[in-house]
């Protein structure tokens, strides 16, 4: 298997403009996780959908951000606009349990950069 | 809600044996697992224990006593690839994301 797979691992963008990062889980996993990591706030959830369905948005910062899976096999995490405080790392991971996963696997990430 | 500690750093030898530690408060949840990552990559799964006691996997082993609200991984014949970042995390009772503790630094020295 591929593992989750993450686009693009690199984005360096300017305040203001839109980003939108790519996910595609492992075929077969029933969930979705979008985590931030931070040096500041460490690794954080933002949101996490169970069979493409959001289930917990609560840990999304505000509303310039926004997820969507449309599909089994892929979730997008769109910024807009895009802040200088939104630099991070971020993953997407999934896995095949839909309550009480403890094993989770991650994507490689995407480092974003907002100039 | 939930909290999670660990000690920021660790050093430790090549050969050797650490014990990284994690206390934590939380209402309720399922388990505790622990995630390696090294530096540019990206949280590797490594262990969980849904029940009491010890779990093990080859060099690496966790332990959780819930009475204690304590866990630990144990990593044997440290290699200097072991050196990474190990987090633990709890799976809420009634949710299935991962909340993640503060990370702690293994640095395995020759």
């Known amino acids: 298997d591929a593992g989750v797979i993450q686009s693009p691992r690199h984005e360096v963008t300017e305040m203001g403009q839109e980003v939108t990062l790519r996910c595609k889980p492992i075929?077969?996993?029933?969930?979705l996780f979008w985590y931030r990591q931070t040096m500041m706030r460490g690794l954080e959830l933002l949101i996490y959908?169970?069979?493409?369905?959001?289930?917990?948005d609560s840990g999304m910062p505000e509303d310039r951000f926004s997820a969507k899976m449309p599909n089994a096999s892929f979730s997008t995490l769109k910024i807009q606009p895009s802040e200088p405080r939104d630099s991070a790392v971020y993953f997407c991971?999934?896995?095949?349990?839909?309550?009480?996963?403890?094993?989770?696997?991650f994507g490689p990430g995407t480092r974003l950069t907002v100039t | 809600g939930q909290s999670l500690e660990q000690p920021s750093e660790v050093t430790a030898v090549e050969g050797a044996i650490v014990q990284i530690n994690c206390t934590y408060q939380?209402?309720?949840?399922?388990?505790l697992s622990w995630y390696q990552q090294h530096d540019g990559g990206a949280p590797t799964f490594l262990s969980y224990?849904?029940?009491?006691g010890l779990e093990e996997t080859g060099r690496f082993s966790s332990f959780l006593s819930r009475s204690d609200s304590y866990g630990y991984l144990l990593l044997q014949e440290l290699q200097m690839k072991d050196s990474a970042s190990y987090f633990c995390?709890?799976?809420?009772?009634?949710?299935?994301?991962?909340?993640f503790g503060t990370g702690t630094r293994l640095t395995v020295i020759p």
């Open positions: 991971a999934s896995t095949v349990r839909t309550s009480g996963s403890l094993e989770q696997y």
């Open positions: 075929s077969g996993h029933n969930s």
């Open positions: 959908f169970n069979n493409n369905v959001p289930i917990d």
């Open positions: 939380t209402s309720g949840f399922y388990g």
């Open positions: 224990n849904a029940l009491d």
């Open positions: 995390a709890v799976s809420p009772r009634g949710a299935n994301n991962l909340f």
